[in-house]
């Protein structure tokens, strides 16, 4: 079983401040690792993924995640939150294998306060 | 490049009545094709995903069907709608076999009344 897990539902930032939307994971063998964007009436919007490879990914926006193998997360970060950064956002999980095998977390909403 | 359509967008139907709703993929060949749906606007449920034409699988049981007429065609149907239906409808693709990213459409908000 695969299962990853968005510890905060709600993360407020101050605009210009670095940003950390958190993301725990659990899956017995290699983890591909997933965050999505999604703005208010629309669909989710992919951003970056890790495999294999570098720790740290750079994806789409500014944004860039940390995979930790030893502490299972794979946090989302950004240096200067924009106030159009807010949105909700989406880990997700598959240990290797097809994409309907992804387990979505429950969401994190970020407001970047001005 | 790839572009995911889906339609319609907003969608109001009286209970019982029959739904439709549609996404087509451009420029791929064969993709995995997927519906999901968005309750409360926060955790998704994979519905249904298709590997080919006529090919349909069902995740969860309930009062929706899918159907794949065409290589890049995905249709999600009901014929009698039911108020739990009401929620946001997601259209997503993946590269074949080997793909494990996935790709969303816009989305079709439903309310079901």
């Known amino acids: 079983a695969q299962s990853v897990a968005q510890p905060e539902d709600q993360v407020n930032v101050a605009e210009g401040n670095p940003l950390t939307v958190k993301c725990t994971y659990s899956v017995s063998g290699n983890p591909y690792l997933f965050w999505y964007v999604q703005y208010p009436n629309r669909g989710l919007q992919f951003l970056l993924k890790?495999?294999?490879?570098?720790?740290l990914v750079k994806g789409s926006y500014g944004f860039e995640a940390e995979f930790n193998k030893g502490q299972t997360s794979f946090h989302l970060k950004k240096p200067s939150a924009l106030v159009s950064d807010s949105a909700l956002y989406f880990c997700?999980?598959?240990?290797?294998?097809?994409?309907?095998?992804?387990?979505f977390g429950s969401g994190t909403q970020l407001t970047v306060l001005p | 490049s790839q572009t995911i359509h889906q339609w319609p967008a907003t969608l109001v139907q009286p209970v019982g009545s029959p739904l439709s709703l549609e996404c087509t993929v451009e420029g791929t060949s064969n993709p995995n094709l997927y519906w999901y749906r968005q309750a409360a606007g926060r955790g998704l449920q994979l519905l249904f995903y298709?590997?080919?034409?006529?090919?349909i699988s069902s995740e969860v049981p309930q009062n929706l069907s899918a159907s794949r007429p065409q290589d890049r065609q995905f249709i999600l149907s009901s014929k009698k709608l039911l108020l739990s239906d009401s929620g946001f409808y997601l259209c997503?693709?993946?590269?074949?076999?080997?793909?494990?990213?996935?790709?969303f459409g816009e989305g079709s908000w439903l309310t079901v009344v």
């Open positions: 890790y495999i294999t490879g570098d720790n």
């Open positions: 997700a999980v598959i240990r290797g294998g097809s994409a309907r095998q992804l387990t």
């Open positions: 298709s590997v080919g034409i006529g090919q």
């Open positions: 997503a693709w993946s590269v074949g076999a080997t793909g494990n990213t996935i790709y």
